[in-house]
């Protein structure tokens, strides 16, 4: 097996997969209320369709796309609307959610919606048809699955990368998908090609994971397509979209460009699984596999969620937390955002829910830079965090713009390796938001 394609720079974070990667995904017995933000996906938040004290059925659409880069989103449940209301989401903001009280004898059964063959449908049809099903990249970043698949006049697919690294070091909802729903991937697979008739496509699955990459290969290998299962090194952030270009096809997207720019197109494995279970059974998306672990988990575990389900059952499911809980996280301790509480919904971007011991978690002292350079050997975009580190530190934004922050993915390797405790990322992300809004005041200004 060919394990060594890879791309320069990057780090080994000590790895806790075994806690739930063999672990059969189990489905999340229905709860007695789901919350359901608008805002769930990159892009504008949906626009509701309901109102307080309508019936609704599960895998009914309650909420329309609210322009191009947004999608729909549709009950999990059989109940009743009970309120459109302020509610805390994921990321900490007060979000408008539509909650809906379940109906006690809901069932997993559907309401037929199931779209017309994509086989009878043009582009414009199935691009359409991905957004109504609320279909978004489901690695984490949430962004609209039929955003990606529309390619600009002008522009070329050729090659479809398939992201099957998961290179976080708990997560395993993806590996699980690989496993146990290769069937759906290869449909989905089949779905976007008949589409985007790219000349290669490339599963890209990093090597700790051969029970995936076999029952691909031979997934792959009777499928008639042009597929490819990719082995790639085990190394953090193989997952991120130029990284894996890089490895697989040895091709770098040039700053502030985007990956079609080189022909290629890269989304997540679990998002084509999707895209299967839409055109095949109607089932839009309504669920996701969401991995609960970490140390300070009793029962680590794969669990299929229904969006809106609140994370404390989802957690009291895996046998609740022990007394040494110290962290909670979405999604991996590298990309991951902490979270005061579990009263909070799981919603399409929430991969796993990460509950670690005070002896997991970083000792948040910092100490002044020591310039030992491990931040720049460690960043996978050449940057030189430790020169943007001192730039936000004064607030020189500007600099930070010529000094290519915009290019920082917020992998979080140069916080990792950082000696000395300095929360590069987060100045970071505070920096990248501050010059693009600047950025786009200015745009305003020039328009007038
Ligand atoms: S500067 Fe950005 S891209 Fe580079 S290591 Fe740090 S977070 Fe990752
Ligand atoms: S890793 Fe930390 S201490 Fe070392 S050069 Fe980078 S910012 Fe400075």
Redesign the pocket.
């Known amino acids: 097996m060919n394990s060594t394609l890879t791309f320069r ?1 990057g780090i080994h974070p000590e790895e806790y997969k075994e806690l739930s990667e063999h672990c059969r995904v189990e489905r999340m017995p229905f709860v007695e209320e789901y919350i359901l933000p608008l805002a769930q996906h990159l892009g504008a938040p949906s626009k509701p369709l309901v109102q307080k004290g309508n019936k609704v059925k599960r895998g009914q659409k309650i909420a329309a796309a609210n322009g191009f880069v947004s999608v729909a989103l549709h009950s999990p449940v059989d109940g009743t609307v009970t309120g459109i209301s302020l509610a805390e989401n994921p990321n900490g903001q007060m979000v408008q959610s539509i909650i809906i009280k379940a109906d006690p004898f809901s069932t997993q059964q559907l309401t037929p919606s199931i779209p017309k063959s994509y086989e009878e449908m043009n582009v414009k049809e199935f691009i359409a048809s991905v957004q109504d099903a609320g279909i978004v990249g489901l690695g984490g970043a949430a962004f609209p699955a039929h955003v990606k698949f529309s390619i600009p006049e002008g522009k070329t697919c050729r090659y479809i990368m398939l992201n099957g690294c998961e290179c976080e070091p708990f997560l395993t909802s993806d590996h699980r998908t690989m496993v146990e729903y290769p069937d759906d991937v290869m449909d989905g697979i089949r779905i976007l090609q008949h589409f985007l008739k790219a000349e290669k496509i490339f599963i890209g699955i990093e090597a700790n994971k051969p029970d995936a990459i076999n029952i691909l290969h031979e997934k792959a290998k009777n499928s008639g397509l042009p597929v490819e299962v990719i082995p790639l090194k085990v190394k953090y ?1 193989q997952g991120a979209e130029k990284m894996m270009i890089n490895a697989i096809i040895a091709k770098e997207v040039p700053s502030g460009k985007l990956p079609l720019d080189i022909e290629a197109l890269v989304t997540n494995i679990s998002s084509i699984a999707a895209i299967s279970q839409w055109f095949r059974k109607g089932q839009p998306l309504i669920e996701r596999i969401v991995t609960v672990t970490g140390t300070a988990v009793k029962r680590p575990a794969n669990i299929l969620v229904p969006f809106g389900t609140p994370m404390r059952d989802v957690v009291e499911l895996c046998g609740g937390i022990t007394s040494e809980a110290a962290r909670i996280l979405l999604g991996g301790p590298m990309m991951g955002m902490v979270q005061k509480s579990l009263d909070i919904p799981v919603v399409k971007g929430t991969s796993g829910i990460l509950i670690l011991t005070s002896d997991e978690v970083k000792d948040l002292s910092q100490y002044t830079c020591i310039r030992c350079g491990r ?1 720049l050997e ?8 430790s020169l ?1 580190g001192m730039l936000a530190k004064k607030g020189l934004w500007e600099e930070m713009e010529t000094n290519h ?1 915009l ?9 990792y390796v950082c000696p000395s405790g300095i929360p ?2 987060q100045s ?1 992300r505070v920096g990248k938001s501050i010059i693009r809004e600047h950025n786009a005041r200015e745009k305003e200004k020039e328009k007038v």
């Open positions: 720079h952030p931040c460690a960043c996978p975009m050449y940057l030189n965090p943007l922050i290019d920082c993915f917020e992998c979080g390797c140069c916080s590069l990322v970071f």
